[in-house]
Nanobody
Framework: QVQLGESGGGLVQAGGSLRLSCAAS????????MGWFRQAPGKEREFVVA???????YYAGSVKGRFTISRDNAKNTVSLQMNSLKPEDTAVYYC?????????????????WGQGTQVTVSS
C-alpha cells in the first residue's frame, strides 16, 4: 500500500506560477510511475502529466511547455512546476501512482491516489 499526500496548491493570478509537491509513503520500494491529474467542477478527471521511475515524461498538450514534472526517487517525492497559469487550469490536482514501468494517461490505470490540492487561477 502506498499513501500519497499533495501540497502547494493555492490562489494565483493568471500568468503566475505554483509548485505542487507529492510525497509518497508506505510501500515505496516499487518503481512506480507517478502522475498528476486534475478535475474541474462539473468535468471529468483529466490527465496532466506523468513521469516514470527512469524519468521519462508524458505531458498533456494543454500544459506542455508550461508545466514541468520532476521526481526525487531517494526522497519519494514528485513535483509539478506550473508556469504561465491560465484560468482554465483551475481544478483540484491529484497525485497518483501506477505500479508499472511505463507511463499512462488513463486514470483507471493508476493504483493509488492522493486527496488532492486546490489550484485556483484568477483572471
Amino acid at each position: 500500500q502506498v499513501q500519497l499526500g499533495e501540497s502547494g496548491g493555492g490562489l494565483v493570478q493568471a500568468g503566475g506560477s505554483l509548485r505542487l509537491s507529492c510525497a509518497a509513503s508506505g510501500r515505496t520500494s516499487s518503481r512506480y510511475t507517478m502522475g498528476w491529474f486534475r478535475q474541474a467542477p462539473g468535468k471529468e478527471r483529466e490527465f496532466v502529466v506523468a513521469i516514470t521511475w527512469s524519468g521519462i515524461t508524458y505531458y498533456a498538450g494543454s500544459v506542455k511547455g508550461r508545466f514541468t514534472i520532476s521526481r526525487d526517487n531517494a526522497k519519494n517525492t514528485v513535483s509539478l512546476q506550473m508556469n504561465s497559469l491560465k484560468p482554465e487550469d483551475t481544478a483540484v490536482y491529484y497525485c497518483a501512482a501506477r505500479n508499472q514501468f511505463t507511463g499512462s494517461s488513463s486514470a483507471r490505470s493508476y493504483d493509488y491516489w492522493g486527496q488532492g490540492t486546490q489550484v485556483t487561477v484568477s483572471s
